[in-house]
């Protein structure tokens, strides 16, 4: 199993630009999750997705859409960057209910 | 919204000295988790509470759950060399259990 994988690894766009951050897990979990981390505030939820066809907002959905139609995927769209997006982001899958949550290696994104 | 407060901020320590760490909120929270992270890495689990004063050990880490509900501590005793690093708390709120927060994290360096 590769568990959960993330690319790029890194990115720099300009403000206005769209990218979509990819995420896949092989692991057959019903949940994902978009995080994101930045200095001196811990993660926080982006958006997240309980199965296929099923998402809803996290804790700062702004400026971000996702779309969930595969078990495996969960990409993060950015539609038009801005500098106040520059993070790391972290995706995440879960089984069912369980707490385990598995976490990918996160990319690192820069708006200039 | 439901802020989770994690002190201490950093911690410098020697190895062989045991450490504390604790979170708190103002809201309830039904899931105290503990996360460490490495550089460059996505955080890992180390331990989930699930009760009001739910005591849990895995290896050197003891955390448990306030009877409040709003609170959490970790415990790491004889700390050794690759204890180092950011160490999270993070809770499901009473009205989303699908919902995560994380507190803004402890850094951990172990001076051998």
């Known amino acids: 199993n590769a568990g959960v994988t993330q690319t790029p690894k890194f990115q720099v766009l300009k403000t206005g630009q769209s990218m979509t951050l990819q995420c896949a897990q092989d692991?057959?979990?019903?949940?994902m999750s978009w995080y994101r981390q930045d200095p001196g505030m811990g993660l926080r939820l982006i958006h997240y997705s309980v199965g296929a066809g099923i998402t809803d907002q996290g804790e700062v959905p702004n400026g971000y859409n996702v779309s969930r139609s595969t078990t495996e995927d969960f990409p993060l769209r950015l539609l038009s960057a801005a500098p106040s997006q520059t993070s790391v982001y972290f995706c995440?899958?879960?089984?069912?209910?369980?707490?385990?949550?598995?976490f990918g290696p996160g990319t690192r994104l820069t708006v200039t | 919204g439901q802020q989770l407060n994690q002190s201490p901020q950093s911690m410098f320590i020697q190895e062989g000295e045991d450490v504390s760490m604790n979170c708190t909120s103002s809201?309830?929270?039904?899931?105290w988790l503990w996360y460490k992270q490495d550089p460059g890495e996505g955080p890992v689990l180390l331990i989930a509470l699930y009760k009001a004063g739910e005591l849990t050990s895995n290896g050197r880490l003891t955390a448990q759950f306030g009877i409040t509900r709003k609170d959490s501590f970790l415990n790491i005793s004889a700390s050794i060399p690759s204890d180092v690093g950011i160490y999270f708390c993070?809770?499901?709120?009473?009205?989303?259990?699908?919902?995560?927060?994380f507190g803004a994290g402890t850094r951990l360096t172990v001076k051998p």
């Open positions: 809201s309830i929270f039904n899931t």
């Open positions: 993070a809770g499901r709120p009473l009205y989303n259990n699908n919902d995560m927060r």
């Open positions: 692991m057959n979990h019903e949940y």
């Open positions: 995440a899958s879960r089984r069912g209910t369980a707490e385990e949550q598995y």
